[in-house]
Every structure is written in structure tokens, then in C-alpha cells.
């Protein structure tokens, strides 16, 4: 059993690392002379899966994310990896557009969780009192409904502008936990946590779609591989703490195996 001061620390560092957290057609000739833009959060970004690239800094970019690896296997030459740990849609609309141009043909990405403070769910649920689950929770599904949809009306709507011609992928995030039961967090706590993101999930997909957009569910790919389950493809709380309840390399894998 943690210690009261382990178990404070925990929270701390658990509370600031997941603040940086979170067949589609597309056009021919995918290989040299193909555009290719990954945006997006950590779940683009490769957060989970080691080997970062240290020159992204707290960006935390892997050549194992979703978008090297099918970048890699389609052998795209112009590549474009702008996604990072801990953006939201402003950080897309700053920071990451100008990786795109008027010939990009495709464009892939997550964005959302970090819009609506999801990163506060998870040490709240994980290790906090169950009130303070509840009450985070409570608040990130209220920015889902209320905040959220006009924020990825506009970065969707300037990611079109940007590259009109493109193939824009929004890809959901996956359940965490599923029906593997885990310690911590428990099982109640956990529902909960993946039902906030099935919330999500909805948000995401109803405005990628007004937008024009294709939107790729992960959950069904990811269930069975939770982060308690015998074959996780989500990184289980642990010391780690940043790349709690993120992708692992397979995660990852499975991301990739979504595109086409």
C-alpha cells in the first residue's frame, strides 16, 4: 500500500503528465510525390510509445505513432509530423496548419481530449476520492457539449482552407479499459472514464462529419486490449505516469491498421 506522501506525489505528477494528453478511401498514389500531414494530440503524437524524437521536446513525437508507421509502409517521401502531447484545437490552429499546404492529399488526427481537460479525469478517477471522479467527469462532459463542438468547428473548418484538396481522417479514441477489470482504477471508476469518452467519441464524430470530414472509430479495434486486459495495447497507470493510459507500440499498430 502507497503512503499518504507516495500517493500525493503520485497524484501530482499523474495530474501534470496527463495534462499533455488523448476502410477509409483515400486518394491514389499514396508513395513519392504523396502528401501526407499527421496534426493532432498525444494520441498522434506517439505518447506511449518510447523512442521520442528528442528535438520535439515535450511534443513527445515516436516513429512508432500511427502516422510514421503507415507514412513508412506507403512509402510517402513528404511526410509532414506536426501532432504533439498536450494540444488542443487553438495549438492546431497555431501551431501545427502550417505544416499543411494546398497540395497535401492527406490529412490525419485526434483532437479533443485535451479541449475538455480529459487529462484531469484520470488522476481524479485513477487515485482521488470519488467525489472528485464524479466532479471531473461531470465537468469535462459539460465542455463536451457546450465548448468543444464550436472549437472543432474551427479547426476543421481551417485545416479545409489549408489544404482544400486533402483527405482529412479524424481517427476517435479508444476505450481504455474495456472489460478487463484493473486495481486502479477500479472497476466503477473505470466505466465511467471510458463512458465519458464514448461521449466524446460522439462530439468528435458528429462535427468531423458536418465538417466533411471521414471519421474512423478506433474502439472496436481496440476492444479486448484494454490497459488490464492480458494483451494491452493502453499503457496501465504506472511510474511511467506520462504515458499512463496512452497507446503502447501495438496501440499504436492498431491506430495504423485503421487507415487504409
Known amino acids: 500500500m502507497r503512503t499518504p506522501r507516495r ?15 488523448w476502410a477509409v478511401p483515400v486518394p491514389a498514389g499514396a508513395g513519392p510525390g504523396f502528401s501526407y500531414a499527421a496534426l493532432g494530440d498525444s ?5 506511449g510509445a518510447h523512442d521520442y524524437d528528442l528535438s520535439s521536446g515535450r511534443c513527445f513525437r515516436s516513429p512508432h505513432a500511427y502516422g510514421p508507421r503507415w507514412a513508412a509502409a506507403h512509402h510517402v517521401t513528404d511526410f509532414r509530423f506536426a501532432a504533439c ?25 485526434t483532437l479533443g481530449g485535451n479541449d475538455v481537460d480529459y487529462g484531469r479525469v484520470m488522476p481524479a478517477c485513477s487515485i482521488g476520492p470519488s ?17 468543444l463542438p464550436a472549437r472543432l468547428d474551427a479547426a476543421y473548418a481551417a485545416v479545409a482552407r ?13 476505450h481504455l479499459f474495456g472489460d478487463a477489470p484493473c486495481l486502479v482504477p477500479a472497476p466503477p471508476r473505470a466505466r465511467r472514464m471510458d463512458a465519458a469518452l464514448n461521449h466524446l467519441d460522439a462530439v468528435i464524430a458528429d462535427r468531423a ?16 486490449h484494454g490497459a488490464c486486459s492480458g494483451r494491452p495495447w493502453i499503457n496501465p497507470a504506472g511510474l511511467a505516469v506520462w504515458e499512463s493510459y496512452h497507446p503502447n507500440g501495438d496501440g499504436y499498430l492498431g491506430y495504423a491498421s485503421l487507415l487504409p
Open 43 to 47: 494520441f498522434s503524437s506517439g505518447l
Open 209 to 224: 462529419r458536418a465538417a466533411g470530414f471521414a471519421y474512423v472509430d478506433a474502439r472496436g479495434r481496440f476492444a479486448g
Open 7 to 21: 500517493a500525493a506525489r503520485l497524484t501530482t505528477a499523474l495530474a501534470a503528465a496527463l495534462a499533455l494528453s
Open 85 to 109: 502531447a498536450g494540444a488542443t484545437s487553438h495549438d492546431l490552429l497555431i501551431r501545427q496548419l502550417p505544416s499543411l499546404r494546398p497540395d497535401t492529399d492527406l490529412v490525419t488526427l
Open 131 to 147: 467525489t472528485t471522479c464524479e466532479a471531473e467527469t461531470d465537468r469535462a462532459e459539460r465542455l463536451m457539449d457546450h465548448t
Open 162 to 174: 489549408r489544404a482544400p484538396h486533402a483527405r482529412v481522417i479524424v481517427l476517435g479514441y479508444p
